[in-house]
């Protein structure tokens, strides 16, 4: 714990020399060992060896998913797979999977990093860790493990799925910080209060460190009212190491990137050109010290920002705010550009519906037709048909106003929209006949 504390709270011209020698470090190892760098370094003029300051990184050409999957399986590793211990790969459901490589180095570094939220929470060996994300080539379970594992915690790798199951345990073992994503954490707080539980009351919980999708404030804080927790965000990629590249501290105003292992920049994502701090746009980030697989300028296609300022928590490693979006999750209907992202903060205004919504995509007359479903609180009187209608109507009328573009609300019953054990499905695409994360 010491070491950690003082990499936490170094003052940052010290970690920008820690980045500044992975940088020369990583960018000539991708050079030397991956086939890909050397020629992508080659055709953009860039020279791995020349780099004397951290701007000098700007002069490296980006890489993209598409390229990670253009080398699968292995043509992105630096190292022989005698080396390698471990391999995670992302779901691969839009296309050939990524690979994540790791060594033993690279698996001690990641549940490092993953116990920097475990305490960020307040947490350590007098815990018990209950991991609900999946276990297997997904990255969450086994990150959240090696994480619990890192801090001392006592982990309880229950896995997704068996809801029932989980509460059970999660009482009878007297779990105190749980690991999962926000639509599943919801769903166990809901089936618990279904069955009787009052799990705010009934369990120990007292943090939550919830990833792989976004979740609004509002959601949030509904979440952490039911389970009686803090529900800290957490970030990370399949393709940089999985979940603990950037994790929010209990002042909840921003994520802390491990920035003694990861280097973020913020680029337009049309002209790929650096932004300042404060200002959005697309994070890109490169490895610092990762062996196996290291990554020089990847574009993760997330949109948000680095905050300018320094957290309350006395951590100096900067922060990312909360992730407004993915362009690639971006909809464009009608011309208009519209994130899920933007739907939910509408909805935050209007606390008669619930945190569960689904926004419906088909073609009506050759032009996009946009439905949005959202549930109603079980505390709002389902069968009273004016006051349903009207709420749909001022949903509506808010949407129109901010985002430009008719969407068509339907209020439905509670319980109504699926629950999911992973991710929660956001977005229906019928008019491609697809069914989109």
């Known amino acids: 714990m010491g070491a950690q504390t003082d990499v936490l709270h170094m003052p940052h011209d010290q970690i920008e020399r820690i980045q500044l020698e992975g940088i020369k470090k990583t960018v000539v190892d991708c050079y030397e060992n991956v086939p ?50 471990e391999i995670h790969m992302s779901s691969g459901t839009t296309g050939i999977a990524t690979v994540g490589a790791y060594t033993e180095h690279d698996l001690k570094f990641w549940g490092e990093c993953f116990a920097r939220g475990i305490r960020y929470a307040g947490g350590g060996p007098n815990d018990i860790l209950h991991v609900c994300y999946g276990y297997g080539l997904f990255t969450g379970g086994l990150g959240a493990h090696y994480g619990g594992l890192a801090a001392g915690c006592t982990v309880i790798p229950m896995s997704s799925g068996s809801t029932e199951r989980q509460l059970r345990v999660m009482r009878d073992m007297g779990s105190t910080i749980i690991a999962c994503t926000p639509s ?21 919980l007292r943090a939550g460190i919830m990833g792989a999708e976004p979740f ?23 393709e940089l190491m999985g979940p603990g590249v950037a994790i929010e501290c209990l002042e909840q105003d921003g994520l802390h990137i491990a920035e003694d292992h990861f280097y973020c920049e913020v680029i337009d994502p049309v002209t790929g050109e650096n932004l300042p701090d404060g200002e959005w746009g697309e994070l890109v980030i490169t490895t610092l010290d990762r062996e196996a697989s290291p990554v020089v300028r990847y574009r993760t296609r997330d949109i948000t920002r680095i ?10 490693h900067r922060r990312i705010d909360r992730l407004h979006g993915r362009t690639d999750d971006m909809l464009v209907l009608r011309g208009v550009n519209v994130f899920p992202s933007q739907v939910e903060d509408v909805m935050e205004a209007f606390p008669e519906v619930s945190s569960w919504y689904q926004i419906e995509l088909t073609t009506k007359n050759s032009l996009d037709d946009v439905a949005l479903k959202v549930e109603i609180n079980p505390d709002f009187d389902f069968d009273n048909i004016g006051a349903i209608e009207k709420l749909q109507s001022d949903i509506q009328k808010r949407l129109k ?37």
Do not use: W
Request: aromatic share 10%; charged share 30%; net charge positive.
């Open 307 to 316: 905050l300018p300022d320094t957290c309350a928590c006395g951590v100096t």
């Open 216 to 238: 609004s404030d509002s959601f949030r804080a509904e979440l952490e009212r039911k389970l009686g927790i803090k529900a800290l965000d957490i970030y990370g990629l399949t």
């Open 401 to 437: 106003e901010q985002l430009l573009i008719k969407i068509n609300v339907r209020i439905v019953e509670p319980k109504s929209i699926p629950r999911s054990e992973g991710k929660a499905k956001r977005v229906i695409d019928l008019r491609k006949g697809i069914y989109n994360d």
């Open 36 to 85: 890909f760098y050397k020629k992508s370094f080659d055709e953009a003029g860039f020279n791995p060896y020349a780099v004397e300051t951290i701007d000098d990184l700007k002069k490296a050409p980006f890489v993209t998913k598409q390229d990670l999957r253009d080398n699968y399986p292995y043509g992105m590793l630096a190292r022989p797979l005698s080396e390698v211990k």
């Open 184 to 204: 599943y954490a919801m769903h166990l707080a809901d089936v618990a209060i279904e069955k009787g539980i009052n799990p705010a009351q009934d369990f120990k």
